[in-house]
C-alpha cells in the first residue's frame, strides 16, 4: 500500500472549484485510514453541507487515489466544516494572492458596489475619481467589471492602451491625470466579449490590483460588476479595501438585490462606508417638477440594514448622461458629487 | 518508472479550472515522454494561448506526477489548441450535462440576455411570460440570475416556495398558472446573499434545467444575469435553447455592453431572435411630451450588428414599475408586449 505521504500527495492534486485550492491545502482531507484489502476511506469536509460540488471533488478524488499502486477501492464520506473552520479555508484562499506591488503606495481603497446591474456605479465611481482628483488628490480606478466594462468609455480611452514595464503593467492616464486599468484598455475593440468563466476574471482582477505599478495614490477606486460571485469575492477577500460604497436605485427590485449585497459584505466584515441613490428622481426640463420615476426612495431602508449614512441622492440627467457617452465625463460638474466626495474624505 | 497509463490516470485530476473538467479529458496532454532517470515531460495544450491559469495547471499536474515513485521531474512545455480542437474541448464540456429529465416535454426554449445589467431583463422576461400566458400557452421561467433574482419578486412568490418530488424539483406555480424555478424560492428569506463562484453558478443552473419537472410546456424562457460569463456559458452550452432575445436601453454605455453579448451569442452559434429596447422613453403626465431621458435610441445599430429585427420600444412607466415592485406584474397590460408577442410566436 501506498504510505498516508503519498495518498496525500496524489489528493493534494484534487481543486475545491470553488476556492480554486487543493482540498489538502484547505484541510478538507480527514480521517484517511486504509487496510491490507487495498480499501482507503477518508472524510471529505465541505465549506457548505451539501455543497453541489461534492461529487466532482469525490469522483476527483477517487481518480488520482485508484491510481496508486496496490489501492483497489476507496469510500468518500462527507462532513461540514464549523464556522471557524471555514473561515480559515476562506482566509487561506486570500493568503496565496500577490502583494501589492513593491513600487506602491495606495493610502485608501474604496469598492464601489451594488449588487444590481445598471444602477450607474461606473458613472459614479468615475465621477467621484474625477471629484477627487480636481481636490489635487491622486486617484486611481481598477475596473472590476471584466465582462461589462464600461470606465474606459467614460474617459474616452481607446481599446489597447496598455503597456508593460520590467515591474508591471503601467495604468492608463487620463487626461487630468486619473490612473486606470481595464480590461477594455486590454483588447482589441471596446465591444469584444470576454467569455471568461469564474477563475479567469479573479485571476484578472489579481493582476489589475497586485501586477499594476499604481505608484503613490491617495484614492484607488475600485468599481465591481453586479452580483455577488467571483469579481466581489475576489476584491474583498483578496484586495485589503477599506470600505464599500453602496450605489442604488429606488426601485424595489433593486432595493431587493442591493440588501443582498449588503448581507455579503457584512458577512465578510467589511464596512460600508455610505449609500448613493442614482436615478433618483427626474426634473422636467418644461415645467420644472419632479417626477420619481423609479418609484419612492428605498434609501433609509437599506442605509439602516447596512449601518452606515445615505450620502446623496443623484437625479437622472439627461446632459450628464451624453457626457458619459461622448467619453467626457471629466467635464462633468456636479453638486452633489461634490458635496459626496466632503463626505467620503471625512 | 510508472507506465503511460499511471502516469495518465494521476493526470486525470488535474482540473482545468475554466472547463471544470480534466486535462485529460479534454486531450489537453499530449507528448507524454520519460526517461530513466525519472524525468517525465509533457506538452500542456491550452485552449487560449497565454491562458492565465496555465501556472496553476501545470503546478497541480507537476504535484501528481511526483506523487508518483520513481518520477524525480517533471517538466511541463505550453502550446494552444487550435480552433476545431478549441471547439471540441468545449462541446465535450457540454456532453457532461443532465438530459432534460424525461418527464418533460419543451418546444421552445428562449434565453433573454443583455450582457448588460438594470436595463429590465427581467420585467421584460416576466411581461413576456404573462402575455404567452394569456395566449393559453403553457409557459416556464427558469431564473438563471442566480446572485440578483428578481423573478419570484415580480410574482409575489415566497421564498421556499420549491418541493421536490422523486422525479425532481417541482417548480413554483403563479396565479395564472406560470411554472418558475428560481434560487430566491430556495432561500430563506429574499435578501439572503448567494455568494457562489462561478462552478456553484454553473451546477444550479444545470440542476435547474435538468433535474425540474417542468412537464409540457410551449415556452420556457431562461432569465439571464448580466455579463458574458458563467450564467450566459452555461446557459448557452449546456442547454438546446432555440434563440436569444436581446433587451437593452438607449444609453451608448449599454450599447456597447449588448454589442459584446451579440458577439458572444454568435461566436457560440446561437440565433439572436430580435431585440427589445427598454426605458427608451418618459411621456410626463403633465403635459403629454416625450422626453429621451437616457439619450437617443442605439437600437437600429445593434439590431444589424446581430442579423435581427428591432422587435419593440418599451417606455419607462412608473405604473409598471410600482406594480412589478409590488409583485404584481400578472395585472400589467401593455399593447408593446402584446406586439412583441405576436412577433416571437411567428
Tied chains: 1, 2.
Excluded at 499502486?69 to 471555514?86: C, I, L, Q, R, Y
Excluded at 514595464?165 to 481595464?182: F, N, R, W, Y
Excluded at 469564474?198 to 505608484?215: D, K, N
Amino acid at each position: 500500500m501506498p504510505s498516508e505521504n503519498e495518498m496525500m500527495n496524489a489528493l493534494s492534486a484534487v481543486i475545491d472549484p470553488e476556492l480554486g485550492r487543493s482540498i489538502v491545502e484547505l484541510k478538507m482531507v480527514r480521517d484517511l485510514i486504509w487496510d491490507s484489502s487495498g480499501v482507503v476511506s477518508f472524510n471529505l469536509v465541505l465549506t457548505i453541507p451539501g455543497c453541489p460540488l461534492k461529487d466532482q471533488m469525490a469522483s476527483d478524488a477517487r481518480k488520482v487515489l485508484m491510481a496508486l499502486p496496490g489501492v483497489k477501492d476507496v469510500v468518500v464520506n462527507f462532513s461540514a466544516m464549523t464556522e471557524a473552520e471555514k473561515k480559515a479555508a476562506f482566509a487561506q484562499g486570500r493568503s496565496a494572492v500577490p502583494k501589492l506591488n513593491q513600487f506602491n503606495q495606495v493610502r485608501q481603497i474604496i469598492a464601489v458596489m451594488s449588487g444590481k446591474g445598471g444602477v450607474g456605479k461606473s458613472t459614479v465611481t468615475a465621477m467621484l475619481a474625477v471629484a477627487l482628483c480636481r481636490k489635487g488628490l491622486k486617484v486611481g480606478i481598477l475596473d472590476a467589471d471584466i465582462t461589462g466594462s464600461s470606465i474606459p468609455k467614460l474617459f474616452g480611452l481607446p481599446s489597447g492602451g496598455l503597456r508593460s514595464a520590467e515591474q508591471g503593467m503601467l495604468p492608463a492616464v487620463t487626461g487630468i491625470g486619473l490612473k486606470v486599468v481595464s480590461i477594455n484598455l486590454l483588447l482589441k475593440g471596446e465591444d469584444v466579449p470576454v467569455i471568461w468563466r469564474g477563475p479567469m476574471i479573479s485571476s484578472a482582477i489579481r493582476q489589475f490590483w497586485g501586477e499594476t505599478l499604481w505608484g503613490k495614490l491617495d484614492y484607488l477606486l475600485i468599481d465591481l460588476p453586479p452580483g455577488t460571485s467571483d469579481a466581489a469575492l475576489s476584491v474583498m477577500q483578496d484586495i485589503p479595501i477599506d470600505g464599500v460604497l453602496l450605489v442604488t436605485t429606488p426601485q424595489g427590485l433593486s432595493a431587493m438585490v442591493v440588501r443582498k449585497a449588503v448581507h455579503m459584505i457584512r458577512q465578510l466584515n467589511i464596512r460600508v462606508l455610505g449609500l448613493v441613490e442614482n436615478l433618483s428622481y427626474f426634473i422636467c426640463p418644461d415645467n420644472g417638477k419632479r417626477y420619481d420615476i423609479f418609484g419612492p426612495s428605498h434609501s433609509g431602508e437599506i442605509a439602516e440594514i447596512a449601518g452606515a449614512p445615505a450620502f446623496a441622492a443623484l437625479p437622472i440627467d439627461p446632459v450628464i448622461a451624453a457626457k458619459c457617452d461622448a467619453g467626457r465625463v471629466e467635464d462633468v460638474v456636479s453638486a452633489e458629487i461634490d458635496r459626496l466626495v466632503e463626505q467620503i474624505i471625512k
